[in-house]
């Protein structure tokens, strides 16, 4: 049994894997700012047998990150796995063409590559990068010495083959399957594993609005996303947990540390051809 912390883990895919794993009989804190969404999840692991608490947490205030880390020393005791699930994009940095056109250059009525907000670029770096960051900064402390202990990011496809439209969270991800291997270096020696998962397109409330119409017929981003993905269709959730319990897994993964694993129906494999 093991003491589990995960951030952003009221959504889809986190959600999923506080469930497989507290189903594997270890214990769960669920962090999210969407507190009402990680208690939902709480309890529900809590009615199946579980041990799951829930703590408001924004992943960007590192002292308040260092305040839930001692509630959960008391609660739990020290962290064994970290998975860092929080990221996300925003509207503000989403483009209206998907490749360049004349007058994006002057375009003042729609997002284009020319006006995309800064705030907005420096926030979705933020919560991805520096939401890996600091939660790690903070919970790592408890690993060193001890055995067993892992941290695991959530990257993307993005990482390995930019979207259109989403060049600050194509960016983002990016960086976080680096800094994924570069924090699997730093800790080795300690026997700190670190790996990421890479998930394809998966559907999840954040890109929903993207991926259907209000009547729930697909966009036509999602025919071209299908149409790229040989497998063609949207994975579900569950279909993550097999490479989230085997890199957890310090028997099945003892040796593996610095790898951004993809999970996405071949997409990456694709050539279009």
């Given amino acids: 049994m093991k003491n589990i912390v995960i951030t952003g883990a009221g ?16 214990k769960i804190a669920l ?15 809590n009615a199946e047998g579980g041990f799951a608490k829930a703590y408001k947490s924004n992943v960007l205030d590192q002292d308040e990150l260092k305040a839930i880390h001692e509630q959960i020393l008391a609660d739990f005791g020290k962290c064994d796995v970290l998975i860092n699930g929080a990221g996300g994009n925003s509207p503000k940095c989403t483009t ?59 990257s993307s496809m993005n990482a390995f083959r930019p979207l259109t ?15 994924t291997q570069w924090l699997a270096v730093h800790f080795a020696k300690q026997g700190i594993r670190v790996n990421a998962i890479a998930p394809g ?12 119409n209000e009547d729930g017929t697909p966009t036509p981003r999602t025919n071209k996303i299908l149409a790229a993905t040989p497998m063609g269709r ?19 993964a003892g040796f593996v540390t610095g790898v951004v694993i993809p999970v996405d129906g071949g997409f990456s494999a694709y050539s279009g051809v």
Avoid: W
């Fill in 96 to 154: 209206a063409h998907e490749e360049f056109e004349l007058g994006d250059e002057t375009a003042d009525d729609i997002s284009t590559f020319f006006n995309l907000d800064k705030e907005g670029f420096r926030f979705v770096f933020d919560l991805n990068l520096l939401g890996t960051l600091l939660p790690t900064q903070v919970f790592a402390k408890d690993m060193i010495g001890r055995k067993g202990c892992t941290i695991l990011n959530v």
């Fill in 11 to 26: 959504g889809v895919l986190c959600s999923a894997f506080a469930k497989a794993l507290a189903a594997d009989g270890n």
């Fill in 201 to 212: 397109f998966f559907v999840t409330n954040q890109n929903r609005a993207l991926l259907f």
């Fill in 165 to 179: 439209k989403i060049p600050a969270y194509s960016s983002a991800k990016s960086a976080v399957s680096n800094f």
């Fill in 234 to 252: 949207f994975g579900d959730p569950d279909e993550l947990l097999g490479v989230l319990r085997f890199l957890v897994d310090e028997n099945a």
């Fill in 31 to 45: 962090l999210d700012l969407n507190v009402e969404a990680a208690q939902k999840i709480a309890d529900e692991i």
